[in-house]
């Protein structure tokens, strides 16, 4: 299913965060603090994982600026996963100090803060997914939730993961996808928690596929893949089925794709789904395909 970008609320935390997270009853305070999109993933050695991506707004954080110039705030992330009878199923929270030089700070207050954190679950599912940021200084939150599908690769079946989306080149180690990290950094609309891009931008992807067959006899893969752009239901954008090189690997049960799509020029101003579709020929006939969805923004 698509997965949704949600622009969350600032709120009065007067209770224990988690306790009210949990609960769902969170108060409405005005404007946004934090944008999120979360991705599902197998990591090796760790299991089933939802990644969450946040886009921090460095507007609404209390800043405390030091002699030398440097700026310091200090802000509280939690997130939970809940299963199919509301109850928690994995969480995460972590306690971010954060020291920006000036030009870091500058660069900050124009492009806000990008901050990963993984969840781990005991094993693959649908998740309901709540993520909440706290500024500790003046105690204003944002939170927004999402509906997650994490995989289960264990049945050896062809599977995709969550698509991270970015305005930059991706990284050729695939780190990023194979264990779990905490991390921030400066953001910008072309992060992967904002999507917003603009025609004529070349933006990058990168995804896992799970649990492509190999050929005993050729020591080859017939894995094929396919990128796909809507906008109100109906194709901007068809690109052409293209084979999955490989290489000499001999174990696909984790390959990691990535690639670059320049956005056309006459590409209209709203929101967009981007879709990957993967076949592979040698997987069982009523196994041989899976599809991932993930949304963007155009804006001139």
């Excluded at 090796?44 to 440097?70: C, F, M, Q, W």
């Excluded at 500058?106 to 693959?124: H, I, W």
């Excluded at 649908?126 to 289960?152: H, L």
């Excluded at 990128?227 to 293209?242: E, F, H, I, N």
Aim: proline share 5%; charged share 20%.
């Amino acid at each position: 299913m698509p997965v949704s970008r949600l622009r969350a609320r600032h709120l009065m935390w007067s209770q224990p965060a988690q306790a009210r997270l949990a609960a769902g009853r969170l108060h409405s305070f005005s404007n946004g603090i934090l944008v999120w999109v979360g991705c599902s993933s197998e990591v090796p050695k760790v299991g089933a994982v939802v990644r969450s991506l946040l886009y921090i707004d460095p507007h609404n954080l209390t800043y405390i600026e030091e002699p030398d110039g440097s700026h310091k705030t200090r802000f509280d992330i939690v997130a939970f996963a809940f299963g199919e009878q509301g109850t928690i199923v994995g969480s995460a929270d972590h306690t971010v100090t954060v020291r920006l030089t000036p030009e870091e700070y500058s660069q900050a207050m124009q492009m806000g803060f990008l901050y990963t954190m993984d969840v781990r679950l005991e094993k693959p599912g649908g998740y309901q997914v709540r993520a909440a940021v706290r500024d500790t200084a003046s105690e204003k939150a944002g939170s927004a939730s999402q509906f997650i599908e994490v995989p289960d690769v264990r049945k050896h079946r062809l599977a995709l993961s969550g698509i991270v989306l970015n305005g930059v080149l991706p990284k050729t180690s695939d780190r990023s996808a194979a264990e779990p990290q905490d991390n921030y950094s400066v953001a910008g609309s072309a992060s992967p928690a904002v999507r917003v891009f603009r025609p004529g931008q070349t933006i990058t992807y990168s995804y896992v596929i799970f649990n492509a067959e190999l050929d005993a006899k050729s020591a080859h893969s017939e894995l094929e893949t396919q990128l796909l752009l809507y906008r109100d239901s109906k194709p901007a954008y068809t690109g052409a089925v293209t084979p999955f090189k490989t290489g000499q690997k001999t174990n696909l049960t984790r390959l990691l794709a990535n690639g670059a799509l320049r956005l056309g020029t006459n590409l209209e101003q709203g929101e967009y789904l981007l879709q990957i579709v993967a076949w592979d020929k040698l997987a069982p006939r009523k196994r041989q395909s899976a599809t991932q969805w993930t949304d963007l923004e155009m804006e001139k």
